[in-house]
Every structure is written in structure tokens, then in C-alpha cells.
């Protein structure tokens, strides 16, 4: 049993949950919380390892290790097709990519999976996926097609017009009828047990910045790390494309990815 004087709460650095980290630290009582940034995989790994309590963390990792975790309801990060920030930059149309090498950004694990599965499961190819912390400049050089993700591929699809730009979500909406959860809300067993009623402010605090996150979105525009990038509309466009609620839908949507994870050897 770990129990603890605070709360080890994993944030994302990326844009797509700026709202609500934005909302919880301003609207809440954070001093049970102590946060801890980090991309993707480097939150997963971390509360993998138990070194932090609570995280957003890659759908997958919590499909390859349901055990470990406890599933906070009603909250992700989702979309019912495009994402919005999730991109594969190609010099050739996606059909056309069979037998090539595809870049993927180091930080991501949901996100490859996923594009395995769409590109195996939906247009029967098949192309060896290679990890690379490599500016998109010099991948795509020496490369045919490099996925990115987070606020990297936000701005990069504003400087590539002549690539072509699949965002991954959108594919598999297309395909599916389904959203795709690209990561859940998950705490570890551990922390659950000896910490119930710091779980529950938690919780609730959560809860209420999504709803006031959603309320004020063009408040935090003006705060966000991409306000010199993106105007507030677009900022705003992109917030409004993404869900934060984990329904009966996401949670279909969740099932197909991880009965395809399945069959493919990813999980």
C-alpha cells in the first residue's frame, strides 16, 4: 500500500490537454498535487514504474497492462474524426506506401499502433515503422513519409503544403464510425488503495475543470504556449475537435483498437 502527502499527477506538455491542466491549476486546490511533465511515453513509463500516482497516459498502455490500473471515468482524450494533431506527412499518396520505411515520432505509442492498424487492417500494406527524434527536415529527406504528433505536428502542417497530410484520427473514423481514444485518465492499483480520498478530490477537480475548460475556451487560447502560431480561432477549432468524455462510443471505439491491437501482436 503506498500512501501518500501528495498526489504525483502526470501532464502532458502537449497542447490537446492545455484546457483542462490550464483550468485545474487555476480554479482548484492543487496542493495535494505535486505535477510532473512529460511526453507520452515518457508519462507511461513513469507510472508503469510507479513514479507517479495519476496520469493521462497512451490508450495502449492501459490495454497492455489493465491490471496495474484503475480507469477514471469519463474523461480522455478522443476524437470523432480528425484530431487535429496527429499527422503522417507523405511525398506519396498513402496507398501507394506499401513496402517503405515510415518514420514515427519517439514519443508516441498509441499513435503507431494505430497506424499500423490502419494501414495493415485498412489498406492491406504493409511498411516498417522506424522511431526518430529527427527533425521532420532531414526525415523526410532520406525517408517517404514521417508521423508526427503534439504541438510538433501542429506547426509542422502549416509549413508543409506540399506533402501530403493524413491526420491518423480522421482515418480511423472513416473507416470505423467510431471515435478513437488516443489516451485515458488511469491511476495505479497502488495509489488507489492507500490513497481513496485524495482519489476522490482528484476526481472531482478533474471533473470541474473539464466543464469549466469547456466553458472558456477562448480565455485560454490567450494563454496558450501556441497563441504566436495558431489565432484564437484556430486554437479553438482544434479544442472543439477533440472530446474529453469517455462514453459508450469511445468505449466501442476503444474495444475495435484493442481486438485489432490483438490480432497484429501489439498488445
Not at 470541474?208 to 480565455?219: G, P
Request: include cysteine.
Amino acid at each position: 500500500m503506498k500512501i501518500n502527502k501528495k498526489l504525483k499527477i502526470g501532464k502532458f506538455t502537449y497542447s490537446n490537454l492545455f484546457p483542462i491542466f490550464y483550468m485545474l491549476q487555476k480554479e482548484c486546490d492543487c496542493s495535494d498535487y505535486e505535477f510532473i511533465e512529460g511526453v507520452p511515453s515518457d508519462l507511461n513509463r513513469k507510472i508503469r514504474e510507479g513514479k507517479i500516482d495519476i496520469s493521462p497516459s497512451s490508450s495502449i498502455e492501459y490495454l497492455r497492462n489493465p491490471g496495474r490500473y484503475e480507469l477514471i471515468e469519463n474523461h480522455s482524450i478522443s476524437s470523432a474524426g480528425p484530431v487535429g494533431s496527429i499527422f503522417l506527412f507523405s511525398k506519396r499518396s498513402i496507398e501507394t506506401l506499401n513496402g517503405l520505411t515510415i518514420l514515427t515520432s519517439s514519443q508516441s505509442e498509441t499513435s503507431v499502433a494505430l497506424l499500423k492498424i490502419i494501414l495493415n487492417k485498412f489498406y492491406a500494406i504493409d511498411c516498417a515503422l522506424k522511431p526518430s527524434a529527427e527533425p521532420i527536415e532531414r526525415g523526410i529527406r532520406s525517408n517517404t513519409a514521417y508521423l508526427l504528433i503534439g504541438d510538433e505536428a501542429l506547426r509542422e502542417a502549416l509549413r508543409w503544403p506540399e506533402l501530403y497530410i493524413y491526420d491518423i484520427g480522421d482515418l480511423w473514423h472513416k473507416n470505423t464510425g467510431l471515435p478513437f481514444t488516443f489516451a485515458l485518465w488511469i491511476a495505479g492499483k497502488d495509489c488507489c488503495i492507500g490513497n481513496k480520498g485524495l482519489l476522490r478530490k482528484f476526481n472531482d477537480d478533474l471533473n470541474k475543470a473539464k466543464i469549466s475548460a469547456l466553458k472558456n475556451l477562448r480565455e485560454i487560447a490567450a494563454e496558450s504556449p501556441l497563441k504566436d502560431i495558431l489565432s484564437e480561432d484556430e486554437l479553438v477549432l482544434y479544442w472543439k475537435g477533440i472530446s474529453y468524455d469517455l462514453g459508450d462510443e469511445h468505449k466501442k471505439g476503444l474495444e475495435l483498437f484493442r481486438k485489432y491491437a490483438e490480432e497484429m501482436g501489439l498488445i
